[in-house]
T-cell receptor, first 112, second 111 residues
Framework: SQQGEEDPQALSIQEGENATMNCSYK?????LQWYRQNSGRGLVHLIL?????REKHSGRLRVTLDTSKKSSSLLITASRAADTASYFC????????????FGKGTHLIIQP | NAGVTQTPKFRVLKTGQSMTLLCAQD?????MYWYRQDPGMGLRLIHY???????AKGEVPDGYNVSRLKKQNFLLGLESAAPSQTSVYFC??????????FGPGTRLTVT
């Protein structure tokens, strides 16, 4: 079953604008991760935020986590054409090694 | 350092045929995973392994078997392929259930 659900499913913006994607999940988590997937390629890890963290930054990426609302957001600032990709949130619930549970993804298109 | 590699990259099978997908990692990771990705879907976990000689079922294990005879390799087998197994298969590895490193994927079509 899908744990994370991204919103929106698709997003098209102009180069230079900021892009925001949201992820909601259902059960308590140990950590939440964001991955990027370029067309026809494998997933690449972007950032991990632990359940006791509220915000994290990495370069042009900013991730927030609200465990009370079971939601996270990924902000990409000053978007570039190379940011065109699908973005997935993935959650780890802890207590074992049963992998990550992925959402269906947000397809981001950056218009030049 | 090749990271995670998968072979083959593409394969077409007829219903009922069998095949094995190979995943190899050179990062000395304990944990390895097999996922499948279908159109418009996220990744779903098929099987995983927490170390050499161990395997466990994920969310969608039916119709697949796995083996982890060596730490660096994780094999995914389809004994009798079905059209419902048409998908893109990704292998991943990690030190724990934190950042996972993914292979480039195997695109499998079952006719």
């Amino acid at each position: 079953s899908q744990q994370g659900e991204e919103d929106p499913q698709a997003l098209s913006i102009q180069e230079g604008e900021n892009a925001t994607m949201n992820c909601s999940y259902k059960t308590s988590i140990n950590n939440l991760q964001w991955y990027r997937q370029n067309s026809g390629r494998g997933l690449v890890h972007l950032i991990l935020i632990r359940s006791n963290e509220r915000e994290k930054h990495s370069g042009r990426l900013r991730v927030t986590l609200d465990t009370s609302k079971k939601s996270s957001s990924l902000l990409i600032t000053a978007s570039r054409a190379a940011d065109t990709a699908s973005y997935f949130c993935a959650t780890y619930s802890g207590g074992g090694a049963d992998g990550l549970t992925f959402g269906k993804g947000t397809h981001l298109i950056i218009q030049p | 350092n090749a990271g995670v590699t998968q072979t083959p990259k593409f394969r077409v099978l007829k219903t009922g045929q069998s095949m094995t997908l190979l995943c190899a990692q050179d990062m000395n990771h304990e944990y390895m995973y097999w996922y499948r990705q279908d159109p418009g879907m996220g990744l779903r976990l098929i099987h995983y392994s927490v170390g050499e000689g161990t395997t466990a079922k994920g969310e969608v294990p039916d119709g697949y078997n796995v083996s982890r005879l060596k730490k660096q390799n994780f094999l995914l087998g389809l004994e009798s392929a079905a059209p419902s197994q048409t998908s893109v298969y990704f292998c991943a590895s990690s030190t724990r259930v934190y950042e996972q490193y993914f292979g480039p994927g195997t695109r499998l079509t079952v006719t």
